[in-house]
T-cell receptor
Framework: KQEVTQIPAALSVPEGENLVLNCSFTDSAIYNLQWFRQDPGKGLTSLLLIQSSQREQTSGRLNASLDKSSGRSTLYIAASQPGDSATYLCAVKSENFVFGPGTRLSVLP | KAGVTQTPRYLIKTRGQQVTLSCSPISGHRSVSWYQQTPGQGLQFLFEYFSETQRNKGNFPGRFSGRQFSNSRSEMNVSTLELGDSALYLC????????????????FGSGTRLTVV
């Protein structure tokens, strides 16, 4: 059974810092891994999708990497802004999507 | 291009009642998945429909059911509501079924917030 964990559970940083969010999964037989952002009480916004054959994806200030053999992915956010404050979820697609518990990020102005 | 539309946005029901939630996927998407999100359990998979057939089902009691129509719109029904069913219910659409590799990933709706009192 696939299990996904994320560390840290919460993170508070001053504006402008670069930061790394971590995601680990137990079963490396995945199709892809997707990072989402969720604002309080809202749905999920897709940030980056990495196919199992890829090593990383970039979109603006975001960069996600995938090491399937070790069951790890990282989301790197450069030059963080207060608008980046949200919960970040990673999800791995095996038979279904399995979500991690999320990292709650606060970027302080 | 319209996104995934979920209705209603908010719902308050009494214990014992039943509820039906609706999800309209992105045009052309044939797969709809449903998830329950609670503070204690996080996001949990309920079921997936593709071309009007249930493809996968999560570990939820039979009170939770769903269906998909020929236009790919999906409904989720919960009968005999319990307080613990209070949650944000999210649906996601994808062009392909979950066992097919899709480069597009999943697109989520804004959810229906269900409160059971």
């Amino acid at each position: 059974k696939q299990e996904v964990t994320q560390i840290p559970a919460a993170l508070s940083v001053p504006e402008g810092e670069n930061l790394v969010l971590n995601c680990s999964f137990t079963d490396s037989a995945i199709y892809n891994l997707q990072w989402f952002r969720q604002d309080p009480g809202k749905g999920l916004t897709s940030l980056l999708l990495i196919q199992s054959s890829q090593r990383e994806q970039t979109s603006g200030r975001l960069n996600a990497s995938l090491d399937k053999s070790s069951g790890r992915s990282t989301l790197y956010i450069a030059a963080s802004q207060p608008g980046d404050s949200a919960t970040y979820l990673c999800a791995v697609k095996s038979e279904n999507f399995v979500f991690g518990p999320g990292t709650r990020l606060s970027v302080l102005p | 291009k319209a996104g995934v539309t979920q209705t209603p946005r908010y719902l308050i029901k009494t214990r014992g009642q039943q509820v039906t939630l609706s999800c309209s996927p992105i045009s052309g998407h044939r797969s709809v998945s449903w998830y329950q999100q609670t503070p204690g359990q996080g996001l949990q998979f309920l079921f997936e429909y593709f071309s009007e057939t249930q493809r996968n089902k999560g570990n939820f009691p039979g009170r939770f059911s769903g269906r998909q129509f020929s236009n790919s719109r999906s409904e989720m029904n919960v009968s005999t509501l319990e307080l613990g069913d209070s949650a944000l219910y999210l649906c996601a659409s994808s062009p392909l079924a979950s066992d097919r590799i899709t480069p597009l990933g999943y697109t989520f709706g804004s959810g229906t917030r269900l409160t059971v009192v």
